[in-house]
C-alpha cells in the first residue's frame, strides 16, 4: 500500500506544506476527488519511475557492504527515493531501534576508549550521550569504524532539529558533520521485510560535544538536568528506563547505561507507578454470540444501537495490540474483556495477557448477557489485579506514534483528559437521540446536580486514561443511575457513559484530572473520503492516536470497507505483535 499510496510522493507533500489550508480546502471544493487522486497517483509513479540515481546508490552499496545484499535473505534495502539504505527487520520498533543506535554508539565509543555518559535529553524516544569536545577525533574514528559493518547515518542538530540530509559515517561528508558539529545524531534505517513501515534517525543517538572548561564539562544545548558537570564526575551504570519513559519496563531485559548521578535521579515528572491497559471486545461473527444475541430480541432503543456494524469484527484487535506493543512497550498487563470468546490468533499463556470473562467482572447474574458496551465499561474497575491508573481501549483505538505514560497521566497520579469539539446537543432528552447523545445528556444532568457546572464537550474517541479508586467512587456516588446502566442488556436512553465521558469531568470537578491534548484524527468507513484519509495517515504516521469507527454501514459495502482496513492496517502495522500465536497465519 505505501509504495502506491498517492499521499506518499514527494510533490503531494510539499503542496501540503507550501500552500496554507484555506487555500488547499478552496481547491479541493472546486476540484473533484477523482481527479485530484488521479493527479496524486500520476505523481506518485513518476517519483518511482526515477531509476537511475537509484540503481546507482545501490550498486554502491552492494560494493561496499556484500554481505547485506548477498544470499536469498535480502538483508537491505533503499528507502526514501533511493536516497538512504535501509536494514531489513522482520521485528522493527521504534523501541528496537532506539536500543539498537545506543548500543551501536555506545560500544562504538568504547572501542576506541571515549569516555562517554548518558544524558536526559528533550526526547524520550532517542537516546543522547555527552562526549568531551577534546575527544571528537577519537568519536569521527569510533563512527567511521562503526560505518563499516553496515549502512550508519549522521545528521547535523542545528535550531532544534536535524539539519539537511543525513549522511554515511564513512562518507566524506559524514566526517565532516562529525568534525564541524557541537551536537550530531547517529543511527541506523530500519525497514521491515514488506516494504510498509521505515525508522529512521527519529531513533538515533544524539551524540553531544560537551566544552571543557576549568575542570568542568558544559553541555552544548540545553536538557532536562543539568547545564554543566565536573569532568571527573563519578560514572555510575543504571537501566535505561531511568533515562527515558520510552521504554520496555515488564516481560524484557533492557541494557544499561553509564551516566552521570543527576541524571540517574527520577524527576518530578517521571511517571513511576505501573499502567495497564484494558480492551473491551467481541467477535459479532461468532454463530454461538449471535445466538445469544437472538434470544433478547432485535436489541437497543436506536438503529445505532441494534446496527451490526458494532458488533462487527474485522480483526481491527490484533492491529491495535500490535501499535500498543509498538508505541506503548512501557504497559504492564493488558486485559480483554468478552463474553466467553477469545480471538483465535490469540496466545493463550502470553504472561502479559490475559482475558476476561463477563462473569468476572459482572456481581449480578441477572445482568448477563448483556450486549450493552455501556454496561460493560461501567465494571471495567472490578478486574482483578488491575493497576490504579490505567488505559481503556475500543478495539478500534490505535496508537499511531510512539507515546509514553506521561501523555496520559501526571506523575502525582491525576489523568489528563482529551476534550473533543464535538458537543453534547443541548435540547431535552428524547427517543430519537443517539445512545451517545443521550448518555452524555444523562451524564450532565447528573454533573449539574453535583458540582452545578453544564458539561458542553465530548471526549476525543482515543485511549482513555482511568483510575480504579475514582471509578469505584463514581459507583458509590451515582448508584442508581451506575446500576441501571449495569442491567441495562442493551444501549438504553438511561445510560450513563462512563469511561468515555462521566469519569473525566467527575475527577476533573474533584481535582484528578487536568485538560491536555493529544494529536488524533477520527475516521469514519462510512465516509467517502475515507481511502484518502487512510492515505494521509499512512504517508505522515503523525498522530498519537486515531480510531476508525463505522457507526451505520450500509450491508452492501461491508465486504469492500473490510478490505480497505485491512489493506491499510497491515501496511500500517506490519510486525506481528508477541500477543499473536506463529500459526495459523493471517489471512
Request: proline share 6%.
Amino acid at each position: 500500500m505505501t509504495a502506491l499510496n498517492p499521499e506518499a510522493s514527494s510533490a503531494v507533500g510539499a503542496y501540503r506544506a507550501l500552500l496554507p489550508t484555506s487555500l488547499r480546502r478552496g481547491i479541493a471544493r472546486r476540484v473533484p476527488m477523482r481527479l485530484r487522486t488521479l493527479v496524486k497517483r500520476l505523481l506518485r509513479r513518476l517519483q518511482l519511475g526515477v531509476g537511475l540515481t537509484r540503481a546507482l546508490r545501490a550498486l554502491r552499496a552492494r560494493r561496499r557492504w556484500p554481505a547485506l545484499f548477498a544470499g536469498g535473505e535480502r538483508l537491505a534495502t533503499l528507502v526514501d527515493r533511493g536516497a538512504l539504505i535501509a536494514l531489513v527487520r522482520p521485528t522493527a520498533s521504534p523501541l528496537g531501534l532506539r536500543e539498537g543506535n545506543l548500543e551501536l554508539v555506545a560500544s562504538a565509543l568504547d572501542a576506541v576508549g571515549v569516555d562517554h555518559f548518558a544524558v536526559r535529553g528533550s526526547s524520550e524516544f532517542r537516546a543522547c550521550l555527552a562526549v568531551s569536545l577534546a575527544d571528537r577525533a577519537r568519536v569521527v574514528e569510533a563512527l567511521t569504524r562503526a560505518g563499516e559493518q553496515a549502512p550508519v547515518y549522521v545528521a547535523r542538530w542545528l535550531g532544534g532539529q536535524t539539519y539537511g540530509r543525513p549522511a554515511l559515517v564513512g562518507a566524506r561528508s559524514g566526517r565532516r558533520v562529525t568534525a564541524e558539529s557541537s551536537v550530531i545524531r547517529v543511527g541506523m534505517v530500519w525497514r521491515d521485510p514488506g516494504g510498509t513501515l521505515s525508522l529512521g534517525l527519529e531513533y538515533g543517538c544524539d551524540i553531544e560535544f560537551w566544552v571543557p572548561e576549568a575542570g568542568r564539562l558544559v553541555a552544548p544545548r540545553p536538557n532536562r538536568v543539568t547545564e554543566d558537570v565536573a569532568a571527573d564526575a563519578p560514572r555510575v551504570h543504571v537501566p535505561i528506563s531511568r533515562l527515558t519513559g520510552f521504554a520496555a519496563l515488564h516481560g524484557r531485559r533492557t541494557r544499561t547505561v553509564r551516566t552521570i548521578a543527576p541524571c540517574a535521579t527520577p524527576l518530578p515528572e517521571d511517571v513511576r507507578f505501573p499502567v495497564d491497559a484494558v480492551y473491551t471486545w467481541v467477535d459479532g461473527n461468532d454463530p454461538a454470540w449471535q445466538e445469544r444475541r437472538r434470544q433478547y430480541g432485535a436489541g437497543g432503543y436506536h438503529e445505532e444501537s441494534a446496527n451490526a456494524a458494532r458488533y462487527i469484527s474485522r480483526d481491527e484487535l490484533r492491529y491495535s495490540l500490535r501499535s500498543l506493543e509498538q508505541h506503548a512497550p512501557w504497559v504492564r498487563r493488558i486485559y480483554l474483556v468478552t463474553d466467553r470468546q477469545r480471538p483465535r490468533w490469540l496466545d493463550p499463556n502470553h504472561p502479559r495477557i490475559r482475558v476476561v470473562d463477563h462473569t468476572e467482572i459482572f456481581d449480578d447474574p441477572q445482568a448477563l448477557p448483556t450486549f450493552n458496551s455501556h454496561a460493560i465499561e461501567s465494571r471495567l474497575h472490578h478486574i482483578d489485579g488491575l493497576s490504579e491508573q490505567f488505559l481503556y481501549f475500543n478495539d478500534d483505538m490505535f496508537l499511531g506514534s510512539p507515546v509514553t505514560a506521561q501523555d496520559f497521566f501526571l506523575s502525582n497520579g491525576m489523568t489528563r483528559i482529551f476534550l473533543s469539539p464535538s458537543q453534547v446537543p443541548q435540547w431535552d432528552l428524547h427517543l430519537g437521540d443517539r445512545p451517545v447523545d443521550a448518555a452524555g445528556k444523562n451524564n450532565r444532568r447528573i454533573l449539574e446536580a453535583s458540582f452545578g457546572s453544564s458539561i458542553v464537550q465530548k471526549m476525543r474517541h482515543a485511549p482513555y486514561p482511568l483510575r480504579r479508586s475514582v471509578l469505584f467512587e463514581i459507583e458509590r456516588a451515582f448508584a442508581e443511575q451506575h446500576r441501571a446502566t449495569t442491567m441495562s442488556r442493551f444501549r438504553s436512553a438511561t445510560d450513563i457513559s462512563i469511561p468515555s465521558s462521566l469519569y473525566h469531568y467527575y475527577a476533573y470537578f474533584t481535582g484528578r484530572a487536568v485538560p491536555s491534548d493529544i494529536r488524533f484524527a477520527y475516521l469514519d468507513l462510512a465516509k467517502r473520503e475515507i481511502e484518502r484519509r487512510f492515505g494521509i495517515l499512512l504517508a505522515r504516521r503523525d498522530r498519537q492516536a486515531f480510531c476508525i469507527n463505522d457507526t451505520l454501514s450500509d450491508g452492501q459495502d461491508v465486504a469492500r470497507q473490510a478490505a480497505m482496513l485491512t489493506r491499510f492496517l497491515r501496511a500500517y502495522y506490519p510486525i506481528p505483535s508477541a500477543f499473536e500465536l506463529k500459526e495459523p497465519q493471517e489471512r
